[in-house]
């Protein structure tokens, strides 16, 4: 099955530093999302980017499928944007079975 | 907006209890998918509907039942608790060829 890698593991901040987190895939995909998990465990939907760059906020996202690879870009960290990471693809159709990759658990200190 | 309702948030039950979760998806979804999450893991996809049939399969033990009811809500079955199954279920819904899957906010399931 297809393989997610995610890097790096893990990311300690300052209040205000920006961040790029990547996201390698083995195979061509048709869905790549990106998700955030906070300290409460709740998945949170960040972006739908099988391709392309979209930008949200502090938030933009990148993917190169032909390479595949994504980035995530945060901007000025701020402490709640502290919490696991993560990136899921799927090569079916719209939102299948997705999987998941490791994460990254990114720290904001004040 | 509304979003994927997973009740209960807590449950805590006994080795070789059953436990059962429910999900609602948002409206107008067609679609449900069951994630368990151990501890320090990443989302595992067990199993999805679609139109009240199931769509795909992951890996879920043979003591897991899950079924999509008319009104497309999704209850999963846990039979014959382990230790192991202690994790953080996850429901999520889409549109059948959606663009993405959205998540509730998780049950938490403690076995002792």
């Known amino acids: 099955g297809i393989q997610v890698e995610q890097s790096p593991p893990d990311l300690i901040l300052q209040e205000g530093a920006n961040s790029t987190l990547r996201c390698n895939f083995s195979d061509s995909v048709n869905n790549l999302q990106w998700f955030h998990q906070n300290p409460w465990g709740q998945l949170i939907n960040l972006f739908y980017i099988p391709s392309g760059t979209k930008q949200n906020g502090r938030l933009s996202a990148t993917t190169v499928a032909t390479e595949r690879y994504s980035l995530l870009y945060i901007s000025s960290s701020q402490t709640t944007d502290s919490g696991v990471y993560f990136c899921a693809v799927d090569r079916g159709q719209g939102a299948q079975k997705l999987v998941f990759g490791q994460g990254t658990r990114l720290t904001i200190n004040p | 907006a509304a979003g994927v309702i997973q009740s209960p948030r807590h449950l805590i039950k006994e080795k070789r209890e059953t436990a059962t979760l429910k999900c609602y998806p948002i409206p107008r979804h067609d679609t449900v998918y069951w994630y368990q999450q151990g501890p320090g893991q990443d989302p595992q996809f067990l199993i999805s509907f679609y139109e009240k049939m199931q769509s795909d399969k992951g890996s879920i033990p043979d003591r897991f039942s899950a079924q999509q009811f008319s009104d497309y809500h999704s209850e999963l079955n846990m039979s014959s608790l382990e230790l192991g199954d202690s994790a953080l279920y996850f429901c999520?819904?889409?549109?059948?060829?959606?663009?993405?899957?959205?998540f509730g906010q998780g049950t938490r399931l403690t076995v002792v």
């Open positions: 999520a819904s889409s549109l059948a060829g959606g663009l993405s899957a959205f």
